[in-house]
């Protein structure tokens, strides 16, 4: 079964640091690879995807990932921090075949962004 | 143009009641999906609906069903609440069910809140 697994619940970042957010993922074939977004008291906002066109993915609001295949990793990283990019992520994957239709999530990092 | 729109967006049950949430998807999509997020976890897959016919169904018990209408509106239904459903319930749209990111793209809404105590 597709699984992925996000590292670090919690993160904090200062005012214009690197934001780095991590995420690995479980498969025995090539995925598709979500970053979501997910606001105090709303629903999610999809950040970017990776559908096997290009191993780096850009997304909205200056957020970028990339798909490393032999770290089975979809790490999402911004290089600079902004105090309204303070919100949860998600990083999801696909199932396949049967299971496709279905995004299966990782538990979140909730990111905290210090002035 | 309108998101994927959800009611109510908060609610108050108690246990053993039923619970009805409504979901009506992007204009042109097919497809709808329902998603459970219990705080502090991601979202949990319930169910997905295309052209009307249930085509996928997540590891929830019986207690959960949903419909699909010809405007394409979607229904989830709860019986007999317990306290461990409260959770924010998310209701997805695509434009069909062809294997999600390849081309197509889910959309989700803000959600219904149900609390049951």
């Known amino acids: 079964a597709q699984s992925v697994t996000q590292l670090g619940s919690h993160v904090s970042v200062s005012e214009g640091a690197l934001v780095l957010l991590r995420c690995n993922y479980s498969?025995?074939?090539?995925?598709?690879l979500f970053w979501y977004v997910q606001y105090p008291n709303q629903g999610l906002q999809l950040l970017l995807k990776y559908t096997s066109a290009a191993t780096l993915v850009k997304g909205i609001n200056g957020f970028e990932a990339e798909f490393k295949k032999s770290e089975t990793s979809f790490h999402l990283t911004k290089p600079s921090a902004h105090m309204s990019d303070a919100a949860e992520y998600f990083c999801?994957?696909?199932?396949?075949?049967?299971?496709?239709?279905?995004?299966?999530f990782g538990k979140g990092t909730k990111l905290s962004v210090i002035p | 143009d309108a998101g994927v729109t959800q009611s109510p967006t908060h609610l108050i049950k108690t246990r053993g009641q039923h619970v009805t949430l409504r979901c009506s998807p992007i204009?042109?999509?097919?497809?709808v999906s329902w998603y459970q997020q219990v705080l502090g976890q991601g979202p949990q897959f319930i169910f997905q609906y295309y052209e009307k016919e249930e085509r996928g169904r997540g590891n929830f018990p019986d207690r959960f069903s949903a419909r699909q209408f010809p405007n394409y509106s979607s229904e989830l239904n709860v019986n007999a609440l317990l306290l461990g459903d409260s959770a924010l319930y998310l209701c997805?749209?695509?434009?069909?069910?062809?294997?999600?990111?390849?081309?197509?793209?889910?959309?989700f809404g803000e959600g219904s809140w149900l609390t049951v105590v």
């Open positions: 204009s042109g999509h097919k497809s």
């Open positions: 999801a994957v696909t199932g396949t075949g049967a299971g496709s239709y279905q995004l299966t």
């Open positions: 498969s025995s074939v090539p995925p598709y």
């Open positions: 997805a749209s695509s434009s069909t069910t062809i294997r999600v990111g390849s081309g197509n793209t889910i959309y």
